[in-house]
């Protein structure tokens, strides 16, 4: 007999699914057999995604979100829970990254990054967390089936490395806004985790590997290689599991051993 891990009847909101980690876990999420919900700012993509997961029998939803906008945060969820159902599974994962010295950062620069990776991911996650606290108070006892927010940190969350200060000092932020979450939603069946992933191929990096400096890099990693985003799909979908309620407030490393 095999083990396996039924989403079904669950419904998932990714931020920043247009691409990369999002466009992945959504897809993962959906062949377990979630519903999700595919929330970025490029529409088109979230489209053609859309007909991808429709294609292997999934069900998707587009839905169009700026995470720096609280106005179309407010919308985005409501919009989703409306069409959709009731969010019960949170994968606030979109983010942005830039590379430089520290001496360089302008306010502008820090704004850019805090605002989607710090302030977005908070009023994400609060928007998402109201509702499901609702229901969870709502609810007759034992009832609620319980939420899952899984808040997409970085391997620089938990160290620094040159040029990357400010992206780091935000993914250090959310690691901390994991467990303030954990701690104060937990007693209400929501689970709240942190991933921090290691170097992954995606959009946010993909122009670096073929660099000089990005082969040196990918020479210091454990075993010389960069991740693919299929890499954390086991992660996502154990996280996301009704039978995964015992783990709550937990920072959780997938970096091919870097973060050693
Ligand atoms: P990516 O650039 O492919 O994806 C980032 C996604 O976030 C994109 O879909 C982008 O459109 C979306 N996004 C950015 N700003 C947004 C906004 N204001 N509103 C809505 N969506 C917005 O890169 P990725 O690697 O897939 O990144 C996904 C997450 O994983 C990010 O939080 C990133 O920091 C984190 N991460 C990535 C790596 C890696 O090596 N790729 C490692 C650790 C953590």
Redesign the pocket.
Known sequence: MAYSIDLSGRVAFV?????????QFARTLARAGAAVVL????VD?LKDLRAEIEGEGGDAHVIE?????HDSIKSAVAHAETEVGSIDILVN?????TTQRLQDVAPDDFDYMF???VK?AFFVAQEVGKRMLARARGAAPGTYTGGRIIN?????GLRALPKVGV?AMS?AAVVQMTKAMALEWGRFDINVNAI??????????HHQWKTEQGQKLVQELPRKR??K?QDLDSLIVMLCANESHFINGAVISADDGFGV
């Open positions: 931020t920043g699914a247009s691409s990369g980690l999002g466009a929330a970025s700012r490029r993509r979100l700026d995470v720096t906008d994962n979109a983010g942005v990254g605002n989607t990776n977005g997409v940190s970085s391997l620089l992206y993914k921090c992933p290691g170097y992954i191929d995606t959009e946010i990096n960069v991740g985003p």
